[in-house]
């Protein structure tokens, strides 16, 4: 997102929908040939069972001192009309732990082949862990939802192998939920195998915090797959970025954004969070492929932010780093931030600065660690270059359609590729805090892959048509 936390002032509840008290128990509502359970209001403790689907109507609230268990297969439907959003408050778990053979679906209620962006408001998570901001709340829930605290210790439960599709919604430009929102979450949450699709605005956005999270996915998301504020300290080992050409926000859309807070004040803790083993396959597969002009940047690095970035590949878009003010540079300077043992393969611009900071000096900072290379043109050997670093160049969604590309990818490095060795841990972030015993120092690969797909048996990437429904 580029504003403060701002999400859509849900719709009233359909005519016909059952009224809310503080506490609510599903009700079974007749759909057509299927009955879903609908889900409204204040949740009780309570499971929601696999061998039922469940439909989300306005926004539905696991208040403090509640619990919602999910099983294993479970399918969760957002409704469009009431604007469906699933909404964790500080206090509150979701007990969510699929599994690969059963992954639990949150997706859009929409018949198959009508599934869209934006169908539903997607998954919000609000936890007691530091921020650099006073009260901050989440906007457009009503009531009020404020996150943050000073329990950086906080769990909010426990989220494993989960796919949201076809979730966030824009309702006015910079007015957006998104797919999965963690705000103020704490370390005591668990987070792995999570994948998002399709989402009408960013993938993965952490809103401070330092909750920790492994095997993420962002496929075909309309704005930057991994946003980052508010002074966010967690760690992320093994994420995987899809891009699709033609998806992008009026705003700018990027693999990272990052900022320290909504304006460049010199507020802390500063977003400090540490990313390794990412493989991004950007919207730009070769030189003159046609992309949406709102595809900019791999990196995008703004107001003061410290996130550090190792043993990672990006391709594909039209700029590789950016910094976007000159506090960001003194942030990198100060290492603060560390970005070390990264590859950009740009079929364009390298490096852009903005706000007072200089070009020259993001070009030094990340060649003093990292390696940018060029990608051959079109009518050069480029699916070889690809190769000769392990990708695969049949995984950029640019030579495909959302009705072609493959449900389920083969990411696993090709036999011989380069970025299957060079990894290293040796920089001193990974011995702080918080971080020194979370990441796995032996792998040896750069990217999110070596000769294992961590994304077989549970990732969805053509979930248009996917039968969901009993």
Known sequence: MKKNLKFAVIAALMAFSFACSDDTEPVVTPGGDDDLVSLSGNLSTQTLTADKQYLLQGQVFVRDGQVLTIEPGTVIFGEKRSKGTLIVDRGGKIIARGTKENPIIMTSAQEEGERDRSDWGGLVIAGRARTNQVDPAVEGIDPVLIFGGDNDSDSSGEYEYIR??????????????????????????????LMVSFGGDD?????????????????????????????????????????????????????????????DNDVQPYTTGTFSNVTVYGPRDRVGRSISGNNYHAIDLRRRTAVSIFNSVFTGFPTGVRFNTQSVTEQYQAG?????????????????????????????????????????AADGPWEDFYRGYGLRPENFFARHTISSYPSNPNFTLLANGTLAAGASFDDAKFSEEGRSSYFDKNVPYIGAFGSTDWTDGWAEFAPLNVVYKK
């Open 164 to 193: 949201v599709e076809y979730a966030g919604i824009e309702l006015t430009p910079n007015n957006e939920t998104n797919s999965i929102t963690m705000a103020g979450v704490g370390k005591g949450t668990f987070m792995e195998h």
């Open 203 to 263: 993938g993965f956005e952490w809103f401070g915090g330092n909750v920790d999270g492994r095997y993420f996915i962002s496929h075909s998301t309309w704005d930057d797959d991994l946003d980052v504020d508010y002074g966010y300290s967690g760690n992320v080992q093994w994420a995987l970025v899809v891009r699709n050409p033609f998806y992008a926000d009026q705003s700018q859309s990027n693999a990272f954004e990052c900022d320290n807070g909504p304006n």
């Open 336 to 376: 603060r931030g560390v970005l070390a043992n990264n590859i950009i393969i740009n079929p364009n611009a390298n490096y852009a600065a903005g706000g007072g900071a200089n070009v020259a000096d993001v070009q030094t900072i990340w060649e003093a660690r990292n390696t940018t290379v060029g990608l051959p």
